[in-house]
């Protein structure tokens, strides 16, 4: 079993849609967590920290729920910027701060 | 402004030719990290420093060393490359174990 799994990609959503990614992780004793995002050939851009509280950032919201070891993201509102890859990320904290990578789920939003 | 700059964006080298990729930061941050990215893969890690203390991934293979000379920069070294270490290479910095990390540009590194 993959330590970081995502929903498999693409998705692809009209402008306007709001879209929901989901994340599982294996290792209970992960510390903290993050959502980033990657465009084509371009570095990984951190996006939003989440916690177990969720927190939103204007049409992003990201929810923890650490009984059942899942993270969320969800998208409202699509805007055609919002294509990219979205990186599901935990930190195991007892491992010298070493992120672990989803696969990432690739969201294209069409006109 | 950029906070964590590599150099340079574009590599290209021999087989088995050395090649050192560099990394610097502004932000004054403890920790610099080294990533290899291949094609629809997820980011690896390869080694880390927190302030002077090196640490490596156990499964990163020997060919590849890290240098930190001082808390702005920190070079990546691939003594003999091969064709399997083409790849986009990215640096990261926190400000502490377990903070969110922010990525350099990448250099895109190409074997011949």
């Known amino acids: 079993r993959k330590e970081v799994e995502q929903d498999p990609g693409p998705f692809n959503v009209p402008e306007g849609a709001t879209v929901a990614f989901n994340c599982t992780y294996s290792?209970?004793?992960?510390?903290?967590f993050f959502w980033y995002r990657q465009d084509c050939r371009k570095e990984p851009k951190l996006l939003m920290s989440?916690?177990?509280s969720g927190n939103e950032d204007g049409r992003f919201t990201a929810q923890l729920n650490r009984a059942s070891q899942y993270i969320s993201l969800l998208i409202r509102d699509s805007k055609l910027s919002d294509s990219a890859t979205y990186l599901c990320?935990?930190?195991?904290?007892?491992?010298?701060?070493?992120?672990?990578f989803g696969q990432g789920t690739e969201l294209s939003v069409k006109p | 402004d950029a906070m964590v700059i590599q150099n340079p964006r574009y590599q290209v080298t021999q087989f088995g030719k050395p090649v050192t990729l560099s990394c610097s930061q502004t932000?004054?941050?403890?920790?610099m990290y080294w990533y290899q990215q291949k094609s629809s893969q997820a980011p690896k890690l390869l080694f880390h420093?927190?302030?002077?203390?090196?640490?490596n991934e156990a499964d990163t293979p020997d060919n590849f060393q890290s240098r930190r000379p001082n808390t702005s920069f920190c070079f990546l070294d691939i003594r003999s490359p091969g064709l399997g270490d083409a790849a986009m290479y990215l640096c990261?910095?926190?400000?502490?174990?377990?903070?969110?990390?922010?990525f350099g540009d990448g250099t895109r590194l190409s074997i011949l």
């Open positions: 990261a910095t926190s400000r502490d174990l377990n903070q969110p990390q922010h």
């Open positions: 932000l004054n941050h403890n920790v």
């Open positions: 989440v916690y177990s």
């Open positions: 420093y927190y302030d002077k203390d090196f640490n």
């Open positions: 990320v935990v930190n195991l904290g007892n491992q010298g701060g070493k992120l672990i």
């Open positions: 290792n209970s004793a992960s510390q903290s």
